[in-house]
């Protein structure tokens, strides 16, 4: 798995000494900030996930 764009910068934020912020939507403009976060461990699916509106995707 290769990792990209967003994807690589929360991967490598503690070595580049940047911060993850975590929001939750709350209303149509409107988000509600939850915290600080670290990347301790990522995994990934090896086959079909859940896509968008949670409908099968390849």
Known sequence: MNFVKGN???LEH???NKSIF???YVAKG???Y???LE???Y???T???PGRKRKKRD
């Open 34 to 36: 939850k915290g600080e």
């Open 39 to 41: 990347l301790i461990d």
């Open 8 to 10: 690589l910068a929360l």
């Open 14 to 16: 503690k070595k580049n």
């Open 22 to 24: 975590l929001f939750e």
């Open 30 to 32: 409107f988000v509600q």
């Open 43 to 45: 995994g990934f699916f």
């Open 47 to 49: 086959g079909p996930a």
